[in-house]
């Protein structure tokens, strides 16, 4: 598992590397405190998103304002890039 926050901050420095326009629009949206945040409510847009439970990760529906305690699966990162790839 990977931190929905860790997994933001990897696909901006990503996006940024290989000059996607995806980056730009999450430099500029209006509605975001900053491009790691867009890129985290990106992301649990597209893929699932889990929290920390006693048995291990469960699945949440409703991800709010709390991505800072949210997860995804590592392999889903790897999908997200993809679609933001797919996305030029």
Same mark, same amino acid.
């Given at each position: 598992m990977l931190s929905v926050m860790e997994a933001a901050a990897?696909?901006?420095e *990503? *996006?940024?590397r290989e000059r996607m326009t995806i980056a730009w629009v999450a430099e500029n949206a209006q509605d975001s405190s900053s491009p790691v945040g867009w890129f985290a409510r990106s992301i649990v847009g597209v #893929? *699932? *998103?889990y929290r920390k439970s006693g048995t291990g990760f469960e /699945?949440?529906?409703g #991800?709010?304002?709390e991505l800072q305690s949210l997860y995804i699966r /590592?392999?889903?990162y790897r999908t997200y890039i993809g679609w933001a790839r797919g996305m030029q």
């Open positions: 990897q696909a901006y *990503a *996006a940024k #893929v *699932a *998103a /699945k949440t529906e #991800v709010g304002t /590592k392999r889903d």
